[in-house]
């Protein structure tokens, strides 16, 4: 194909209200970066994106732990690209790396002051480094191992157990010797719980009552839940939290597009009476755990003993819709998409 001309990218059009929408976002056309690199950095063009819930909290002008995206602006999101020029040795013409490279064909990395991209090994293909190689994955075993303090026998609680995050968490439970509860939506997703997650239980809350499940699925508590959605869901794994149980926030997607922060949890009392812990985490925290997560995250995939899904979109058109997937229950796996054009 001809050489490109300009730098196609997504921009974030507005900060969303409630729900976001397409029209949250603007394609432009911005011109190719500049090849003449500072020392240490380097350029790259983007193979796959990688989207997440937590993208959705990025858009909303309030303090957190990444500054908000501007307007006008690339949105910030994870990539796996290709290095095409390069003023650091650390990363040669040709290689492959993972960052925050946002959505846009091409991008300079490297800057000081950022996170240094990740070097990604021969042989893995970009799905597996943005998936079950990728943060979402080393979010679940940190999560899981050193936030939660796993053990042996535990009954474990994941909600938003058949997403990115979710699956693995299940998956480093049973691998770890827990009783595995997982709690997702639709008949489809509970029996991958089941049958390639390997989940001892399953609670499908479209169809199910949460809380009148756990009655009968954990009669003497929750030992350790790790929740990806809030909300309600939240409130229901509070009220059966075991003594001296541990509650890990990872993140909450059921309030992601929520106009105004819903009320709750209405229980806490009950962290009190069970002298449990609830505790927010977020993996920069614990970067020093990556390396080690990795080669272990790595071994299990070889093993056979991890299983995962990607669902992979095509064309860099199709980026806003691919991302409102993670919303609307349509994402069947990690939510990736493969740009137009490129190898």
């Known amino acids: 194909m001809p050489p490109q001309t300009v730098n196609r990218q997504w921009l974030l059009a507005r900060r969303p209200e409630g729900q976001v929408v397409v029209d949250d976002f603007r394609r432009y056309d911005a011109p190719l970066p500049r090849p003449d690199l500072a020392a240490g950095e380097i350029l790259?063009?983007?193979?796959?994106?990688?989207?997440?819930?937590?993208?959705?909290?990025w858009m909303d002008d309030v303090a957190s732990y990444m500054p908000p995206i501007g307007i006008d602006e690339p949105v910030r999101g994870s990539a796996v690209a290709r290095v095409i020029a390069s003023a650091?040795?650390?990363?040669?013409?040709?290689?492959?790396?993972?960052?925050?490279?946002?959505?846009?064909?091409?991008?300079?990395?490297?800057?000081?002051?950022?996170?240094?991209?990740?070097?990604?090994a021969p042989g893995v293909a970009p799905e597996e480094a943005l998936g079950v190689l990728g943060a979402a994955s080393l979010t679940a075993y940190v999560g899981m191992l050193d936030v939660g303090r796993l053990g042996a026998g535990d009954c474990v609680l994941v909600s938003g157990a058949a997403g990115a995050v979710g699956s693995i968490a299940v998956q480093v439970a049973r691998l770890h010797g827990?009783?595995?509860?997982?709690?997702?939506?639709?008949?489809?997703?509970?029996?991958?719980?089941?049958?390639?997650?390997g989940a001892d239980a399953v609670i499908d809350y479209h169809n199910e009552d949460i809380r009148a499940r756990l009655r009968t699925l954990a009669p003497g508590g929750i030992d350790l839940f790790f929740d990806n959605v809030?909300?309600?869901?939240?409130?229901?794994?509070?009220?059966?939290?075991?003594r001296f149980g541990r509650i890990i926030l990872c993140g909450a997607i059921a309030g992601y597009n929520d106009e105004r922060p819903a009320p709750g949890p209405r229980n806490l009392m009950r962290l009190i009476s069970q002298r449990a812990e609830m505790r927010g985490f977020i993996l920069l925290d614990h970067l020093d755990r990556v390396p080690m997560a990795m080669n272990q995250?790595?071994?299990?995939v070889r093993g056979g003993d991890i299983r995962y899904r990607a669902d992979i979109q095509y064309g860099f058109e199709a980026v806003p819709e691919?991302?409102?997937?993670?919303?609307?229950?349509?994402?069947?796996?990690?939510?990736?998409?493969?740009?137009?054009?490129t190898e």
């Not at 790259?44 to 909290?57: K, S, T």
């Not at 650390?90 to 240094?116: N, T």
Request: hydrophobic share 45%.
């Open 88 to 120: 650091n040795p650390a990363y040669p013409e040709g290689a492959m790396v993972r960052g925050l490279f946002g959505w846009q064909d091409f991008a300079v990395a490297a800057r000081a002051g950022e996170a240094d991209p990740v070097p990604i």
């Open 178 to 197: 827990a009783r595995v509860i997982g709690i997702a939506g639709g008949p489809e997703k509970c029996r991958w719980l089941i049958e390639d997650y």
């Open 297 to 300: 995250l790595g071994q299990w």
């Open 322 to 341: 691919t991302f409102l997937r993670l919303f609307s229950g349509a994402s069947q796996g990690k939510q990736l998409l493969r740009i137009d054009g």
């Open 230 to 242: 809030g909300g309600a869901t939240l409130e229901a794994g509070i009220a059966h939290i075991g």
């Open 44 to 57: 790259v063009r983007n193979l796959m994106f990688g989207f997440d819930p937590a993208q959705r909290g």
